[in-house]
């Protein structure tokens, strides 16, 4: 165990009977037992951020489990929780989670060159006006995800803060990758639609 240790929290949902992912990574304020650090950070997450992303979805999207594991600092013990669910069919009033909001992590590190970025998916219909978010819709998920995204949860063991990590300096990778805190929370309005092509990903606006 060692202060300041990086974990990856990867939280599974379903929307159209399709699983997505919402990956996060946070830092170990306290250094906790590597026998109980992910267990701790999986219970947070679920305790205080899953009512409040939930509440932003559809209501047929249903949340799947959620796996967390330490990517820096040595070898901790995992953890995972599943739920069970019924897969269900395509519903009529939530868009595809291809379709999603892009919610960008950001800092005043003058090294960092990329911005975290989230893609929430299960995006209630309702909350789409002209192919972009409605700004009622805009308001509370905005209050929701600068919350899930930038605060720091509290376990019965510690205190983790949300990072983005930094890979590279200059043109050296590094490894390990930097934790960088997450110093904003921006969510743009404009509802993505992904496609890879070729290596890429292209943004528009899905049809209604």
């Known amino acids: 165990m060692a202060e300041n240790d990086v974990f990856l ?3 599974q949902f379903r929307t159209h009977a399709r699983l997505w992912t919402i990956n996060q990574h946070y830092r170990d304020a306290d250094g906790q037992s590597d026998g109980t650090a992910a267990v701790d950070l999986q219970d947070a997450w679920t305790l205080t951020n899953t009512p409040m992303a939930l509440s932003e979805m559809g209501v047929e999207t ?3 489990g959620v796996y967390v ?10 953890a995972l929780d599943k739920y069970a669910s019924t ?5 009529s009033d939530t868009l595809p989670p291809n379709c999603a909001v892009v919610v960008s992590l950001g800092s005043s590190d003058p090294l960092l060159i990329r911005p975290g970025r ?14 972009n978010l409605s700004a009622a819709y805009l308001a509370t998920f905005t209050t929701d995800w600068a919350k899930i995204a930038g ?5 019965s063991g510690g205190s983790w803060v949300p990072t983005i ?6 043109e050296d990778k590094l490894d390990p990758p930097i934790a960088i805190n997450v110093e904003s929370v921006r969510i743009k309005p404009i509802l993505y639609s992904q496609r890879r092509r070729n290596s890429r990903q292209r943004g528009t606006s899905p049809a209604l």
């Open 9 to 11: 929290v990867r939280c």
């Open 87 to 91: 897969p269900g069919s395509v519903q």
């Open 62 to 64: 249903t949340f799947e």
């Open 151 to 155: 605060d720091t949860l509290v376990g």
């Open 69 to 78: 594991l330490k990517v820096t600092g040595g070898a901790a013990l995992p």
């Open 118 to 131: 989230l893609y929430v998916g299960g995006i209630p219909k309702s909350g789409v006006d002209g192919g």
């Open 165 to 170: 990590l930094r890979t590279i300096t200059g």
